[in-house]
């Protein structure tokens, strides 16, 4: 979690050396340097310490993405910069933070892209901080303790037969990568700190690929409407706006989601179908589906 640095002091790179490294000379293709410097205010601290912001002057390279610029300040200037990251490639969802102010994977954000000026780096607000630029977002895995998996049919024989139209829909859900950057600009959590209350963005995508599911029979509508407080989301379109897997979190799955609860709760016609045939089995067409 905390720096970059690979271990064993033969590997630990010494400062000026490295491609992200000061240097004398000038700039040249080969070391990819552009000549420039990034002025990079990155958040410093933990709780029940001092936090604030230290500035750091960081040689530009070609193709630079945030990542690289906090990297080069672990390895030449602040060892003890925390940071998470895994995979470097906008795929394990763990570098979130905020840049400019704007809930971004640092492996994707181009610092090129970037307005120049001053580039400001903190972490996700709306997640309890641990140190730096690292929150603890734990709570997300209990929340997602709360929805009951997939569940076919017991007697649902093989193979399948699944229309491509609903695998396709379902892999617009499964593209997840948990970053949480949803979850973390949501007003509802970031905002109203309603977290206890409120499932979010990333797990309404989660439940919606379980009840669009065609074999799936289980009903969640009541867990949303009570326990998800699903309601509690007025469509902002914020969590889409800042999904780095381009999920359409409200159009394909929380609105969706909203007309299922609310055929559920306020169509007469439908409620008492629903208690005549029980809850927890879905209805319409998904039933005749079992
Ligand atoms: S659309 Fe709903 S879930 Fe998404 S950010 Fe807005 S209030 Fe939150
Ligand atoms: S839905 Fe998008 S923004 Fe939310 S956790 Fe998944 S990948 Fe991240
Ligand atoms: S390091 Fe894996 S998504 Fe950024």
Redesign the pocket.
């Known amino acids: 979690m905390a720096g970059a640095l690979p271990q064993g002091s033969d590997a630990v790179p010494q400062p000026g050396a490295g491609l992200f490294s000061p240097v004398d000379g000038p700039p040249t293709p080969e070391s990819g340097l552009t000549g420039e410097t990034i002025t990079l205010r990155v958040f410093k601290g933990q709780p029940g310490g001092e936090m604030g912001y230290a500035t750091h002057e960081v040689p530009e390279v070609t193709g630079m993405v945030v990542l690289d610029a906090v990297h080069w300040v672990q390895r030449n200037q602040d060892s003890d910069l925390a940071c998470r990251w895994n995979c470097k490639a906008g795929k394990c969802g763990s570098c979130s933070a905020e840049v400019n102010g704007r809930p971004v994977l640092m492996c994707k954000t181009r610092i090129d892209t970037l307005p120049r000026g001053p580039v400001t780096v903190q972490p996700m607000k709306s997640f309890p901080l641990i140190k730096d630029l690292v929150t603890d977002v734990s709570r997300n895995y209990e929340t997602n303790k709360l929805i009951p998996p997939f569940t076919a049919a017991p007697d649902d024989g093989t193979p399948w037969r699944i229309q491509q139209m609903d695998i396709d829909r379902l892999y617009e859900y499964r593209r997840c990568i948990e970053c949480f950057l949803?979850q973390d600009?949501?007003?509802?959590n970031r905002t109203h700190d309603l977290s206890a209350r409120f499932f979010?963005?990333r797990f309404f995508v989660r439940v919606a690929s379980l009840e669009m599911h065609p074999k799936d029979i289980l009903d969640r509508r009541d867990l949303l409407h009570d326990q998800g407080g699903l309601g509690y989301?007025?469509?902002?379109?914020?969590?889409t706006e800042v999904c780095p897997e381009d999920i359409h979190?409200?159009d394909n799955a929380?609105i969706p989601l909203k007309e299922r609860v609310a055929d559920a709760h306020w169509d007469p016609v439908q409620w008492v179908a629903r208690k005549l045939r029980g809850s927890s089995a879905k209805t319409g067409e998904r039933a005749a589906d079992k």
């Open positions: 949803c600009v949501c007003h509802v979010g963005p989301c007025n469509i902002t379109k914020c969590c979190i409200t929380i």
